[in-house]
């Protein structure tokens, strides 16, 4: 199974969108309820295996501390399975926003996050080791190195709601720009959100699915990464 992971319901809808137009996937999108999530991993009976879905998006509602709170317990229930074996090699790509900080100083406090859960609640069903960039992380059964989980983290470089809003501002709002621009600034970043989406009179969740249809981040770095990262995620 292949499972993407992101921070909130946008970021499922971009990422919905996204594979859909960019790479003809079927997703199965689940929004922060993590018993929806594990129960795709107790049932072979689930509509995910029956309907033949390519991958799972899971939206975990913005909960602090991603790696901890979300992905431990994902890993875990992955490797507490029962008929969990040497050819089960489960994927979980993790898209988190970066919030201005730089990527790498983030994938080191993942790391660091994840041994410390691992040695501070005595897991034993799996260690970890991380790649040398620390961007993908390998858990493996200390008892048949063969069973893996393996997570593979990218970014996004301030929030998706900042991206949306500086993106859609440049590319949709033409006349009063300057107060429209003050307007949106002064703003907390959702209610800017739903503010541009009015103004541009669209929901949220249409403004969002706009922005991946008319590739209003083709050009930028981190769309084109992640976009790469996808690529090789899902066809390798």
């Known amino acids: 199974m ?3 992971v992101c921070e909130g319901k946008n970021d499922l809808t971009f990422f919905e969108e996204a594979l859909s137009n960019t790479f003809r996937k079927k997703d199965f999108p689940v929004h922060n309820s993590m018993d929806d999530f594990y129960n795709l ?3 072979k009976f689930h509509p995910f295996y029956s309907e033949q879905h ?3 998006i899971y939206g975990e509602g913005g909960k602090r501390k991603l790696f901890v709170n979300v992905m431990i317990p994902l890993v875990n229930e992955v490797f507490g399975r029962q008929d969990f074996n040497k050819q089960d090699h489960h994927r979980f790509f993790v898209v988190v926003d970066a919030d201005g900080v730089n990527p790498s100083e983030l994938c080191a406090k993942y790391y660091k996050a994840i ?10 069903r799996f260690s970890c080791k991380a790649s040398k960039d620390k961007t993908c992380f390998d858990f493996f059964s200390p008892s048949d190195t063969r069973c893996r989980c393996f997570v593979k ?6 929030s998706l709601e900042r991206e949306l809003i500086s993106k859609g501002f440049e590319r949709k709002i033409h006349e009063n720009r300057e107060k429209v621009f003050t307007d949106l600034q002064s703003l907390p970043i959702h209610e800017a959100l739903e503010n541009l989406a009015s103004r541009l009179e669209l929901s949220v969740k249409q403004l969002i699915q706009m922005s991946v249809s ?15 990262d996808l690529e090789s995620y899902f066809f390798n």
């Open 2 to 4: 292949k499972c993407l």
């Open 41 to 43: 991993f107790r049932s």
């Open 54 to 56: 390519d991958c799972v």
């Open 115 to 124: 041994v410390h859960t691992i040695k501070s609640k005595k897991i034993k």
């Open 153 to 158: 983290t990218s970014h996004i470089p301030i």
């Open 214 to 228: 008319e590739g209003w981040f083709e050009n930028d770095f981190w769309y084109q990464e992640i976009n790469r």
